[in-house]
């Protein structure tokens, strides 16, 4: 008997076969929209009343004080931080090549970032709003394998763009960053697993973008309230079953 639930509708509405029913539903009850933004604003200002102190795990042994390392890693690792104040600041091309550098392809056709079962289930677009040569004004795609950006869609104003974000910053970024999943090509491997191995993949590319920001000495911080339905058109995802992961700002 065929059960309703381990299947999607395509963009041509004919059923698909879900490898992750769960996380699918998941999914969906967690997208972003301008109706439910209010409910979670009003969380966010109820948090910001509360104490901000982190409770820790306690073990009763003696605990062995470890030494901090002093190399250049730990030096970006130090300088890395989410600052919401930009400068009206154009991004050259040789930045904006260095900051794409983290999600590139190696010479052993592997990738910089670690993925399960090497499936990549997540692709890099970016809203291109201030910077230098023939991109700026673009939506673009960035494609791994070389090390390139093709052109997707034009790209509006910070402002316009951010009415389906919702990220509260002083002055305009110059370029955000959204990592897309297409989550099926770990869930044909991993099942259920596979959306959360999809979202840890996520936190390595936002990790290692944070760290390409810092080596830049520039300024960045995540963008986590994406209306997802909204963000799928500006890319001109609305009729595939692209999952809007999280968004990176970033400028100066």
Not at 73 to 83: G, N, Q
Not at 114 to 129: I, W
Not at 148 to 172: A, K, M
Request: charged residues 25%; neutral net charge; aromatic residues 12%.
């Amino acid at each position: 008997m065929e059960t309703e639930g381990f299947y999607l509708k395509n963009s041509n509405n004919l059923k698909e076969f879900s490898e992750s029913p769960t996380f699918d539903l998941f999914w969906e009850n967690s997208k972003f929209n301008k109706y439910n933004a209010l409910q979670l604003s009003n969380k966010l200002n109820e948090d910001a009343r509360t104490s901000k102190t982190i409770p820790q795990l306690f073990y009763p042994t003696e605990e062995l004080q470890l030494k901090k390392p002093n190399d250049n890693l730990a030096k970006i690792l130090d300088r890395r931080e989410s600052k919401r104040k930009f400068s009206e600041y154009e991004l050259t091309e040789k930045q904006l090549g260095s900051l794409f550098y983290g999600f590139s392809q190696k010479e052993n056709m592997t990738r910089i970032i670690p993925s399960a079962g090497a499936k990549y289930p997540v692709e890099v677009y970016a809203f291109l709003f201030n910077v230098r040569g023939p991109l700026n004004k673009k939506v673009v795609y960035y494609n791994p394998d070389f090390h390139s950006l093709s052109i997707v869609n034009d790209c509006g104003s910070f402002q316009e763009v951010n009415e389906h974000c919702g990220l509260r910053v002083e002055g305009n970024p110059s370029v955000l960053f959204v990592f897309v999943g297409f989550v099926e090509r770990v869930t044909k491997k991993y099942g259920e697993r596979g959306g959360r191995f999809f979202l840890i993949e996520v936190g390595h590319y936002a990790q290692t973008l944070g760290l390409r920001i810092a080596q830049e000495k520039l300024c960045g911080v995540e963008v986590g309230g994406i209306y997802d339905d909204e963000m799928k058109k500006h890319l001109k995802l609305e009729n595939t079953n692209a999952l809007i992961g999280l968004g990176f700002a970033c400028g100066n």
